[in-house]
């Protein structure tokens, strides 16, 4: 049997108390996805060779689900112009080792180290719907990450 850390043992405990909302009562509506968007071109926006797409997505979903809400007014104007009208907060995201399924890293929610050519947005699904760039991520909480998104402006229209 491996050795496991009181914090492990703590973040698979979260992992399953956040799956309570999600599954029996569907309070969590809102699906988020962590898209990798690779572009043939090798870089945002560039053609892309004869007979090749412009860009290739890969998604990942945060599971369980996170909470997704706007921003507060509040919120917003205690912010000192980083975030705007509609962005949103994305709470309780579960913090995972990259072989685990559905949780991120540090380094994705930093978006440390994307390669040229490369990008990284959020797609939700669900009770919101849209494409959404980050603003800003909280990685200090030792139990879940939260993230601010805001809307990109290749994205479908809110519902």
């Given at each position: 049997m491996?050795?496991?850390t009181?914090?492990?043992?703590?973040?698979?405990?979260?992992a399953d108390?956040?799956e309570?909302?999600?599954?029996?009562?569907?309070?969590?509506?809102?699906?988020?996805?962590v898209?990798t968007?690779?572009?043939?071109?090798?870089?945002k926006?560039?053609?892309?060779?004869?007979n090749?797409?412009?860009?290739?997505?890969?998604?990942?979903?945060?599971?369980?689900?996170?909470?997704?809400?706007?921003?507060?007014q509040?919120?917003i104007?205690s912010?000192?112009?980083r975030?705007?009208?509609?962005?949103?907060?994305?709470?309780?995201i579960?913090?995972?080792?990259?072989?685990?399924?559905?949780?991120?890293?540090t380094?994705?929610?930093?978006?440390?180290?994307v390669?040229q050519?490369?990008?990284?947005?959020y797609?939700l699904a669900?009770?919101?719907?849209?494409?959404y760039?980050?603003?800003?991520?909280?990685?200090?909480?030792?139990?879940h990450?939260?993230?601010?998104?805001?809307?990109?402006?290749?994205s479908p229209?809110?519902?």
């Amino acid at each position: 049997m491996a050795d496991t850390t009181i914090r492990q043992d703590m973040l698979d405990l979260a992992a399953d108390l956040r799956e309570i909302p999600t599954d029996p009562f569907d309070v969590r509506q809102t699906q988020v996805f962590v898209v990798t968007r690779v572009w043939s071109g090798g870089q945002k926006g560039a053609p892309a060779a004869p007979n090749q797409p412009r860009y290739t997505d890969t998604e990942m979903e945060l599971l369980p689900r996170p909470k997704v809400r706007p921003l507060t007014q509040r919120e917003i104007a205690s912010s000192g112009g980083r975030y705007d009208d509609g962005d949103l907060i994305v709470k309780y995201i579960q913090p995972m080792p990259p072989t685990e399924p559905g949780g991120i890293t540090t380094a994705q929610m930093l978006q440390d180290h994307v390669p040229q050519g490369t990008e990284i947005f959020y797609r939700l699904a669900g009770a919101i719907n849209g494409n959404y760039n980050r603003r800003s991520s909280n990685i200090a909480p030792a139990l879940h990450y939260e993230l601010v998104i805001g809307q990109r402006r290749d994205s479908p229209a809110k519902t």
